[in-house]
């Protein structure tokens, strides 16, 4: 019984149609703002690092992601179990939030 019930479930997943993403992937968003930084228009992620990494310390650090349509880099760390978000204008490094 179980088994017709499970084909029949794979069988129905598979004919859906695919569903878009809603944003652009790690990919383009970093090719984005490679293509800001060169046309002058946002700063290099090396120097907003440079920026708020010592304001995070005892902290380890995940990484960047950038958001294109709000010139904005998240840079992810975990510090005491907890992670932590720091979100940053990439046009002028001003540091726009930090979330836990």
């Known amino acids: 019984m179980m088994a017709p019930l499970a084909l029949w479930?794979?069988?129905?997943?598979?004919?859906?149609?695919p569903v878009p993403m809603a944003?652009?992937?790690p990919?383009?968003?970093?090719?984005?703002?490679r293509r800001e930084m060169r046309a002058g228009n946002v700063?290099?992620?090396r120097e907003i690092e440079t920026h708020v990494l010592p304001m995070m310390a005892g902290a380890q650090y995940l990484g960047p992601e950038y958001d294109p349509l709000a010139m904005?880099?998240?840079l992810k760390f975990v510090k005491d179990?907890?992670?932590?978000f720091v979100d940053v204008d990439a046009r002028s490094g001003e540091i726009l939030r930090q979330r836990r």
Do not use: I, K, M
């Open 23 to 25: 944003h652009a992937g």
């Open 9 to 17: 479930a794979v069988v129905s997943a598979l004919a859906l149609p």
């Open 43 to 45: 700063r290099s992620l």
């Open 72 to 74: 904005a880099y998240r």
């Open 81 to 84: 179990g907890r992670v932590v």
């Open 27 to 33: 990919g383009e968003a970093q090719g984005e703002a």
